[in-house]
Each structure stands twice: as C-alpha cells, then as structure tokens.
C-alpha cells in the first residue's frame, strides 16, 4: 500500500514564474517612483513658495520668484526643470506661477513612460499688513 505525501512549498517553474513576476513589477517601478517623487517636491516648493512670500511685507516680482524656485530646484537637485517651464503672469493684484513639465522614462526599449506636470498657485503681488 502506497501512503501518498502532500507535496510541501513551491517547485522550481513556480518559483521561476515568481521571481519574472518580481522583476517584472520592479523594473519600471524603480523607473516610475523617482518622476512621482520629484511631482511631490514641485508641488511642495510652489506651496512653500506661496507661504513664504504671503509671508513678507514686500511685493514680489516675477524675476524674483522665478529665481527663487529655480534655486529651490537646484537644492533639490531637480536640474530638469527649466526657466521656460516657469511661466508667471500677473492679474488682480496676484501673480499665477505655474509649471509645467513632461517626464519621459524608457521602461522597455521603444515603450515609454510620459507624466506630465502641470501645477499652479496664486500669489499676492502686494502683500497689505493690517494696521
């Protein structure tokens, strides 16, 4: 009389599958986190932007805040984002600042990745102090 046994854990194929499943998940996960995590730090440098400046007694000029995001870039090391990207324009005693910018990742040879980034804010061109 044969006494049958339950096969215990995974076979050699199942734990191939397993692991090109793995990889394929991770590849372009290691591409694709990087370009949301650079969305976050655009995102969060026009709100700290807009904090900062609401902040001051001074009216803020379009140079100057195009100069001050581009040096909060620089900080962040986020290189790609150009003063081109950066267009200001002035109404009702605000400034709009907005960005916008395409990242563009190769995940597999002729297949890509595109987001793009298009964020904007208000700022107070003249900032009133109440008296």
Avoid: C
């Amino acid at each position: 009389m044969a006494i049958s046994q339950k096969q215990n854990g995974m076979s050699a194929i199942g734990w191939m599958l397993f692991i090109g499943l793995i990889v394929a998940v991770s590849v372009p996960g290691m591409k694709i986190i990087p370009i949301y995590l650079n969305d976050m730090k655009i995102h969060n440098a026009l709100n700290k932007l807009e904090s900062d400046l609401a902040s001051q007694v001074s009216s803020a000029t379009p140079e100057k805040i195009k100069s001050d995001l581009l040096t909060r870039f620089a900080l962040q090391q986020m290189p790609e984002i150009t003063p081109d990207e950066i267009m200001i324009t002035q109404a009702d005693n605000k400034y709009t600042v907005r960005i916008t910018h395409q990242y563009r990742e190769r995940i597999i040879q002729d297949k890509y990745f595109t987001f793009n980034v298009d964020k904007s804010v208000d700022i107070p061109s003249i900032v009133m102090k109440d008296r």
